[in-house]
């Protein structure tokens, strides 16, 4: 009988990828828990995002436990088994792709209402998002015929590394967009300011969590090479990461409000230096109510208000 490999380096870092991805995913529920309970009067399209990006990580979190499972113990002392490419593992690639995308499109939303629907500031963040489905949707199709795991990964390495290489560009291009669409709205307010102050703060630091991880998955993969599956780790949280940053921003809105006086409304400024048509932007916090003519911006943590001339209330996108 054939001697069996060792696995640390290959499905136990796979397995290890799974625990974390199933730790994460339990503190996503969580999260979402908490926002539905918080925030019942957001808009329908973004409870809905939220269960649809829940599920689409769930379902990612069900196929790579069936990948591992499959081969720990189903076919345990099967060493021949361990280079079938399973369905699963084919599968698991294009829900992780939805996750991302769909996360990176919520944020391709924000910079648009923000910039007030300036769409020379949105194109290039919703082009590359695109640009993420594209690959994301070619990789699982080219895997999809594959029998083999160490010809697939050795011959589709490449595209692996450009779809991770190009979710931490997408990431940080919509870190730098938000942060200088905030900036542009400084005020010289002292209140304004601090909190403005906070929200470039959770921009940079949520868009990093999620590029700085797709980074090192790459550098990973070309430190150990494709016989090697230790970034298969980060692989596979990378989804989980993706949506707890948007939960964490949806859910930090509460967190920010309370150290506000819910009823101030920040004293008008001009936008004029965004380039955009918007009359009048100013950050606000208020009650939960509906106001026509207004629409919300929320920030990667909080609310901000774009409005025209009419009083908004802060919990709408």
Same mark, same amino acid.
Request: net charge neutral; aromatic share 12%; glycine share 6%.
């Given at each position: 009988?054939?001697?069996?490999?060792?696995?640390?380096?290959?499905?136990?870092?796979?397995?290890?990828?799974?625990?974390?991805?199933?730790?994460?995913?339990?503190?996503?529920?969580?999260?979402?828990?908490?926002?539905y309970?918080?925030?019942?009067?957001?808009?329908? =399209?973004?409870?809905?995002?939220?269960?649809?990006?829940?599920? =689409?990580?769930?379902?990612? +979190?069900?196929?790579?436990?069936?990948?591992?499972?499959?081969?720990?113990?189903?076919?345990?002392?099967?060493?021949?088994?361990?280079?079938?490419?399973?369905?699963?593992?084919?599968?698991?690639?294009?829900?992780?792709?939805?996750?991302?995308?769909?996360?990176?499109?919520?944020?391709?939303? !924000?910079?648009?209402?923000?910039?007030?629907?300036?769409?020379?500031?949105?194109? /290039?963040?919703?082009?590359?998002?695109?640009?993420? /489905?594209?690959?994301?949707?070619?990789?699982?199709?080219?895997n999809?015929?594959?029998?083999?795991?160490?010809?697939?990964?050795? !011959?589709?390495?490449?595209?692996?590394?450009?779809?991770?290489?190009?979710?931490?560009?997408?990431?940080?291009?919509?870190? #730098?967009?938000?942060?200088?669409?905030?900036?542009?709205? !400084?005020t010289?307010?002292?209140?304004?300011?601090?909190?403005l102050?906070?929200?470039?703060?959770?921009?940079?630091?949520?868009g990093?969590?999620?590029?700085?991880?797709?980074?090192?998955?790459?550098?990973?993969?070309?430190? =150990?090479g494709?016989?090697?599956?230790?970034?298969?780790? /980060?692989?596979?949280?990378?989804? !989980?990461?993706?949506l707890?940053?948007?939960?964490?921003?949806?859910?930090?809105?509460q967190?920010?409000?309370?150290?506000?006086?819910?009823?101030?409304?920040?004293?008008?400024?001009?936008?004029?230096?965004?380039?955009?048509?918007? +009359?009048?932007?100013?950050?606000?916090?208020?009650?939960?109510?509906d106001?026509?003519?207004? =629409?919300?911006?929320?920030?990667?943590?909080?609310?901000v208000?774009?409005?025209?001339?009419?009083? #908004?209330?802060?919990?709408?996108?």
């Open positions: 009988m054939l001697a069996i490999p060792a696995l640390d380096n290959t499905l136990g870092a796979l397995f290890i990828g799974v625990v974390s991805g199933a730790l994460l995913l339990g503190i996503s529920i969580t999260q979402a828990y908490l926002y309970d918080a925030f019942s009067k957001d808009t329908l =399209f973004l409870k809905l995002s939220v269960a649809i990006i829940l599920i =689409f990580d769930s379902v990612h +979190q069900a196929l790579i436990t069936h990948v591992v499972y499959t081969y720990l113990i189903s076919e345990y002392m099967n060493p021949l088994f361990l280079d079938k490419y399973l369905w699963s593992l084919s599968a698991q690639s294009i829900f992780e792709t939805l996750t991302m995308v769909t996360v990176q499109a919520f944020f391709c939303v !924000r910079i648009w209402a923000l910039s007030g629907h300036n769409y020379l500031f949105v194109a /290039l963040p919703a082009i590359l998002t695109l640009a993420n /489905l594209g690959l994301g949707i070619a990789y699982t199709t080219v999809v015929p594959e029998v083999s795991i160490t010809l697939a990964f050795t !011959r589709w390495l490449p595209l692996s590394r450009a779809i991770n290489g190009m979710s931490a560009g997408t990431d940080i291009v919509i870190a #730098v967009f938000m942060v200088y669409l905030l900036y542009q709205s !400084r010289g307010i002292a209140s304004t300011e601090s909190l102050n906070k929200l470039m703060m959770y921009s940079i630091s949520t990093a969590v999620t590029s700085l991880t797709s980074i090192v998955t790459v550098i990973l993969s070309v430190a =150990f494709p016989g090697n599956f230790i970034y298969g780790a /980060l692989y596979f949280i990378t989804g !989980r990461l993706y707890n940053s948007m939960l964490a921003s949806l859910n930090a809105r967190a920010l409000r309370k150290g506000m006086n819910p009823s101030v409304n920040m004293s008008e400024f001009s936008s004029s230096r965004t380039g955009t048509n918007t +009359q009048v932007c100013n950050p606000v916090f208020a009650s939960n109510q106001a026509k003519g207004s =629409f919300g911006v929320e920030s990667k943590d909080t609310v208000m774009i409005k025209r001339g009419v009083d #908004v209330h802060a919990d709408h996108v």
